[in-house]
Structures are given as structure tokens and as C-alpha cells.
């Protein structure tokens, strides 16, 4: 009976699309006349299905003027005053973006004298108005990493990309420090005997496996090639504490040759059968994407977009980034990675979107297995 | 004759949710809105409130394909505010002021009435949608609102095939039909 009556919304709904053929079409159309439950059903089906398009577009309606407001308002396009939170450090920071990066220049000498002046006169006294001028000055330094980064970057560019191998495997991964320990999912190393990484510029580099947990279906990696320079800092920070529901979320990772978008929202704080290390996940992606990072609004890492397959359908889960302190605590008890240390600043918060991928994107890789 | 012309393309812009357009309106109109509120014992959160509903009047009525431009879309925006602001007060039944017309005003009463149950009955999907739980409302959403196939669909949440995921969708189209209904005959959504 239930099988029948999906068959009949089906077609139903094909017919209310209009993607029946002419000789279809009229067989129902006669059906309808005889049968008045299907005509029923028609009628009913189109006013729902007509409600849930305007519900849609009323929807995007709304978010578009809840963006256009916010953009406005940084423009200073309309007086609307008291901006908080996220879209007062944007206009802030659009603001105050020249001057920091002239003082940027200057900043290491200013930096050094600062710290002194500090340390001897005022050794007890916790002002906050001085210590609101160290994080100025801390701010001025991250930026002037920021520009060295850059500048790795550019020469990286310059250089000629290494042959490529047949590839079975297929990922992607990003890094957690900035000398190139990366974190991907599990199944897309495990394995493979030669691993490589490869940038949104198509320059490749050899890695190989740091830690595999595939329970998790989460691998560590290392970039282990001459040709990778090592880049300053990380634009993002990794968040500590889990995220909450419906918070808007992002990916970028390579389910083809290029570096791709996706966006969605957090759907569940736990994950399958209530883990807490992990969460469920609504977003645009492909299998490529797995092993790629899931940011917030921030620019925080808030997990790892795992493809690993569960009893339970109908969920996509990520690992949650909490976890990644954790494997990265074990892996400090070998002497080789005992400096590794996850940002918990982010450079990106209250930038647009388009501004934090940008600055994102390089850290972000291919990973190939073969 | 000019300013008439660029009118109604914002007006047909605003009706393909062409988001210059909407850029455009608002700017020019919103000021205008915010001191009305402002000057009438409102917050700036409230002058946000009200201009956004009254965009979302004016975009309802450019969609229905039955509005004329008899007026600017200034006179409009700022009508529709006025009514919107004026009932707001009362609800809260604090002392209307005479609000003084500092600019030119149209009758909008229907439209807002009209704005006011599309509303009403758009909050009730909403309702309805969420309270159906996951995987249902992502579901749901990825078919009938993001125009997702099934194939798509049953390898993204992780279905064997797309059958599973049609007998699935199935069962929560059943159940947000039911709840979409029941609201419908019940004078669209008090519940």
C-alpha cells in the first residue's frame, strides 16, 4: 500500500512540474476526471507546493534585507547607529585598515621599547588601558605575519609544480600549523603509499601519515617536501567549546580540480548515538570535500567534515574541532611535535565572507592517495 | 518622465529579488523610516523592524503582478511604515501619538491586512517545518525548497539509494502535510 501511494505523489508531483510527456500527460489528465481522490490530491499538492515557494522566497527575501542592512550600515549608506558585535569590528576594521598597515612598518621597534616600558615601571598594576595598548600592539605584530605569509606566498608561486602521479584517493585537508602538519580524513590516506598535497594553485607537495585514527576517520599528515615554505601563521583559530545549533556554517575543499564553496548550518550538537566529539551537519558538498574544514561565522574551525559512513542514514557528521586538541595532545608526547600549538585567535572574524575565504583558501589542500 | 522610468525598474528589479535593486530602495527610503520611528518614541531596532516589514509589503505586492505604481515608492514605503508603526503602539497599547505626516501618504490599510495574514501563514510553516525534527526538516528542504534531485539527495544524507530516500521523504511529507493542513483549515496557522 505505502509503495503505491509514493508512486502516485511522484506522479503527482511530475505532473504538477509539467515533466510528463504529451501521451502521459493525457492518461492522467483522464484519470483525474474519473478518479476525484487524485484530483484531490492535485489540487492539494499544488497549493502546498505552491505555499512552500513563496514560503522560500519570503525567506531569502528576508535574509537578503537583513544582509543588505548590515552592508548599508558599514557603508555608513544609512544612519542606522549602535552596530555590535561582528559588523562593529567590520566597520572598524575598514576603517582602521590603512593605518594599521602603515604602522605595521614601524611596529617591531615599537614593540620591544613598549614591552620594556611596561615590565619596568609598571610591573604590579594590571591598567587596562595598558594592557588594551599590548593587544594594539600584539594586533599590529600579527599583522605584519600576515604580510610576511603573503610574501612566502608569492615566491611560492614562482615555482615550477612536480610531475603528477595516478591518484586513487581523493580529499581534501588543511592545515593546523603553520609548518605543515595538516589534518583530512583517515580513509583518504590510510592507504596509500605515496601521499600528496596540492595547493589552489596546482603546486603539489609529498606528505606522509603523522597519526591515523580510524575510528574517527581522522589522519594527520605532514608536508614533507623542499619546495614547501613554511607560512607564519594561520588565518583561522580552532574553537574549543562546541558550536550551537543552527549557527551558520562553511567548507572549502576540492571536489574537482579547483577549490570550491560550500555553505549550511549545524544541525545537532552530538553526532551519531549522542558522540560527543563530533556533530551533524547540513551542507553543499561532495565526497572531495571530505577532510576539509567546517568554519563558523568567525572564521573559527568548528570541525571536520567527515564522509564516514554510519547505521544511521540520513545524517552528514563532522568531527568536532575539540578533537583536534585532543589527538594533537597525543601526539605531543613524541619529542618531534611538542612546539605544535592550535591557534585560538582568528584573524578572520567580522571580515564578509568573500574576505574570509579569500584569506583562507591557501591553507586549504588537495589531498591525493595512491 | 525620467524619474518614473527608473522607478518602475527598481520595481521590477525588487520583484526578480534583484539585489541592487533592493540596495537601492533602501537606501533611499530608510532614513526617512528611522526618524518617523525615532520621533515617535521607537528604537533604532524598531525603525529596522518596521522598514524591513514594509520592504516585505512592497515586494508582496510587486510579485502579485496586480500593482500599479499610482505613487512613489517613497509615498508607499512611508505610508506602509506609518500604518505599521501606528499598529504596532497600539498593541503594546501605549498612547498613540498624532503622528504628524511630514510627508505625503496613500491608503495602505488592505495591503497590510493582506501582508499581515501571508505572514501569519508563512510563521506557520516555518513552525510546522521545524517541528518535524531531522532528518525530516533537512530533508524536506533539500527537495522542496532547494529543488535538490533525489539522487542528489540520498548520497549527500547518506542513503543507499534514491528510493530509500523517496520512501523516506515520503513519510515526512506525509507528516508536514498534516500539520500544513490542519493549520490551513483552522484560519491559517493560530496555532
Redesign the interface.
Known amino acids: 500500500m505505502?509503495m503505491d501511494?509514493?508512486k502516485i505523489?511522484?506522479t503527482v508531483e511530475r505532473y504538477i512540474r509539467g515533466e510528463m510527456t504529451p501521451d502521459e500527460r493525457l492518461y492522467f489528465e483522464q484519470l483525474r476526471k474519473t478518479n476525484p481522490e487524485i484530483d484531490q490530491l492535485v489540487v492539494?499538492h499544488t497549493l502546498?507546493?505552491q505555499?512552500?515557494n513563496?514560503?522560500?522566497?519570503?525567506?531569502?527575501?528576508?535574509q537578503?534585507?537583513?544582509e543588505?542592512?548590515i552592508?548599508?550600515t558599514q557603508q555608513r549608506?544609512?544612519?542606522?547607529?549602535?552596530l555590535r558585535g561582528g559588523a562593529k569590528i567590520a566597520y572598524l576594521w575598514n576603517k582602521y585598515k590603512r593605518v594599521t598597515a602603515i604602522a605595521a612598518s614601524i611596529a617591531g621597534v615599537t614593540a620591544i621599547g613598549l614591552t620594556i616600558l611596561i615590565n619596568l615601571f609598571t610591573p604590579q598594576i594590571k591598567d587596562p588601558k595598558v594592557q588594551e595598548l599590548v593587544h594594539r600592539v600584539n594586533a599590529v605584530e600579527k599583522n605584519q605575519k600576515v604580510l610576511d605569509s603573503k610574501i612566502n606566498y608569492v615566491d611560492k608561486k614562482n615555482q615550477q609544480p612536480v610531475i603528477s602521479t595516478p591518484v586513487r584517493y581523493n580529499g581534501t585537508g588543511f592545515l593546523i600549523d603553520p609548518k605543515g602538519l595538516m589534518i583530512t580524513n583517515a580513509h583518504v590516506v590510510k592507504n596509500s603509499r605515496n601521499i600528496f598535497v596540492q595547493n589552489n594553485k596546482g603546486d603539489q607537495f609529498k606528505a606522509f601519515v603523522v597519526k591515523l585514527d580510524v575510528s574517527r576517520d581522522v589522519a594527520i599528515i605532514k608536508i614533507d617536501d623542499d619546495s614547501f615554505k613554511s607560512f607564519t601563521s594561520l588565518p583561522y583559530s580552532f574553537k574549543k567549546a562546541t558550536s550551537d545549533i543552527a549557527e551558520p556554517i562553511f567548507t572549502l575543499g576540492y571536489p574537482r580540480d579547483e577549490v570550491v564553496y560550500g555553505e549550511g548550518y549545524l544541525?545537532?550538537k552530538t553526532g551519531y548515538n549522542g558522540d560527543t566529539l563530533s556533530c551533524?551537519i547540513?551542507i553543499a558538498?561532495n565526497?572531495g570535500n571530505s577532510g576539509g574544514p567546517i568554519f563558523n561565522h568567525n572564521g573559527e574551525v568548528i570541525g571536520i567534515l567527515s564522509a564516514k559512513?554510519?547505521e544511521a542514514?540520513?545524517?552528514?557528521f563532522a568531527v568536532q574541532s575539540k578533537y583536534i586538541y585532543q589527538v594533537l595532545d597525543e601526539l605531543k608526547k613524541s619529542s618531534l611535535y611538542q612546539n605544535v600549538k592550535l591557534s585560538n585567535r582568528s584573524s578572520l572574524s567580522g571580515l564578509d565572507k568573500v574576505q574570509q575565504v579569500k584569506k583562507i583558501q591557501d591553507f586549504v589542500f588537495m589531498v591525493k592517495g595512491d | 518622465m525620467k524619474a518614473e522610468r527608473n522607478e518602475k525598474v527598481l520595481l521590477q528589479g525588487l520583484a526578480r529579488?534583484d539585489?541592487k535593486a533592493?540596495?537601492l530602495i533602501?537606501?533611499e527610503n530608510?532614513?526617512m523610516v528611522?526618524s518617523l520611528i525615532i520621533n515617535n518614541s521607537g528604537s533604532?531596532d524598531d525603525?529596522?523592524d518596521i522598514f524591513?516589514e514594509a520592504?516585505?509589503v512592497l515586494?508582496?505586492k510587486v510579485?502579485s503582478g496586480t500593482f500599479e505604481l499610482n505613487c512613489l515608492i517613497k509615498t508607499y514605503v512611508y505610508s506602509v511604515s506609518r500604518r505599521l508603526w501606528l499598529k504596532r503602539l497600539q498593541q503594546m497599547n501605549r498612547y498613540v501619538p498624532a503622528m504628524e505626516n511630514l510627508h505625503e501618504t496613500v491608503p495602505v490599510d488592505d495591503d497590510v491586512e493582506e501582508n499581515e495574514r501571508?505572514g501569519s501563514?508563512?510563521q506557520a510553516?516555518?513552525k510546522a517545518i521545524s517541528s518535524l525534527g531531522?532528518?525530516c526538516k533537512?530533508?524536506l528542504e533539500a527537495y522542496?525548497?532547494e529543488k535538490k534531485s533525489m539522487q542528489e539527495i540520498a548520497?549527500?544524507?547518506?542513503?543507499?539509494n534514491a528510493e530509500?530516500a523517496?520512501?523516506?521523504k515520503?513519510k515526512c511529507?506525509v507528516r508536514l502535510?498534516k500539520i500544513?493542513?490542519a493549520q490551513y483549515k483552522n484560519g491559517n496557522g493560530n496555532g
Open positions: 505505502a501511494d509514493i505523489l511522484d492539494e502546498f507546493l505555499q512552500m513563496r514560503f522560500e522566497e519570503w525567506k531569502k527575501f528576508k537578503t534585507l537583513h543588505t542592512h552592508d548599508l549608506k544609512i544612519q542606522s547607529d549602535r544541525s545537532a551533524q547540513f558538498a565526497p559512513e554510519t542514514e540520513g545524517f552528514v | 529579488s539585489k533592493i540596495e533602501y537606501r530608510y532614513n528611522q533604532t525603525a529596522k524591513q520592504m516585505i515586494y508582496e510579485r501571508i501563514e508563512f510553516m516555518e531531522e532528518p533537512s530533508l522542496y525548497l548520497s549527500f544524507f547518506g542513503y543507499t530509500n523517496k520512501n523516506q515520503y511529507l502535510k500544513f493542513f
